[in-house]
């Protein structure tokens, strides 16, 4: 079954960085499109960036672009989120997901990892 | 940058009643629809693709309907395990990928 695991969250400093992974299980991993998302607390749902199957192309949320880098390894089956320049506004539930082939929803969500910026 | 829209914010239902949630997208999404939903403490989790293709899994009690900027999903006889918050999300036109607010269907 496709599993998805976030880890790497923690409390953070504004202005400082973190790097999220995703360990995908379940499926072969180098033929989708992978994502994140994130949720603040109390709040909706925000994309923040997507990949592409092999790491050629990428996209960012304006909020977030400059500062986020999303990358993969399909060797190792995982998918990364470097954040740089942390900010209070970045506190949220960080989730992978993995995208439909041919479409573009979000078809598998891992359970999220917490990252949280605060002095 | 497509803007999605869900009323009501909060549809208080009885158990065995039937829940209408409607999403209205700022300009034609075609049928590039896609629904959530998201219990507490838990990930969100696809219901409908292509605004009314069940997801795998997905019981016959959750339908969507529409196309273009108005979209509806539908459960026609709510259970415990759907008392939840539901999202619609456009894949039309991205980046950006975009979401509604939310529905948060509760119990009367």
């Known amino acids: 079954q496709v599993q998805l695991v976030e880890s790497g969250g923690g409390l953070v400093k504004p202005g400082g960085s973190l790097r999220l992974s995703c360990a995908a299980s379940g499926f072969t991993f180098s033929d989708h499109y992978m994502s994140w998302m994130r949720q603040a607390p109390g709040k909706g749902l925000e994309w923040v960036s997507h990949v592409s199957r092999d790491n050629s192309y990428t996209n960012y949320a304006d909020s977030v672009k400059g500062r986020f880098t999303i990358s993969r390894d399909n060797a190792k089956k995982s998918l990364y989120l470097q954040m740089n320049s942390l900010r209070a506004e970045d506190t949220a539930i960080y989730y992978c997901?993995?995208?439909?082939?041919?479409?573009?929803?979000?078809?598998?969500w891992g359970q999220g990892t917490l990252v949280t910026v605060s002095s | 940058e497509i803007v999605m829209t869900q009323s009501p914010g909060t549809l208080s239902v009885s158990p065995g009643e039937r829940a209408t949630l409607s999403c209205r997208a700022s300009?034609?999404?075609?049928?590039?629809l896609a629904w959530y939903q998201q219990k507490p403490g838990q990930a969100p989790r696809l219901l409908i693709y292509g605004a009314s293709t069940r997801a795998t899994g997905i019981p016959a009690r959750f339908s969507g309907t529409g196309s273009g900027t108005e979209f509806t999903l539908t459960i026609s006889s709510l259970q415990s395990e759907d008392f939840a918050v539901y999202y619609c999300?456009?894949?039309?036109?991205?980046?950006?990928?975009?979401f509604g607010p939310g529905t948060k269907v509760d119990i009367k």
């Open positions: 997901a993995r995208i439909s082939t041919g479409e573009s929803y979000f078809e598998y």
């Open positions: 999300q456009q894949y039309y036109n991205w980046p950006p990928f975009t």
């Open positions: 300009q034609s999404v075609s049928s590039n």
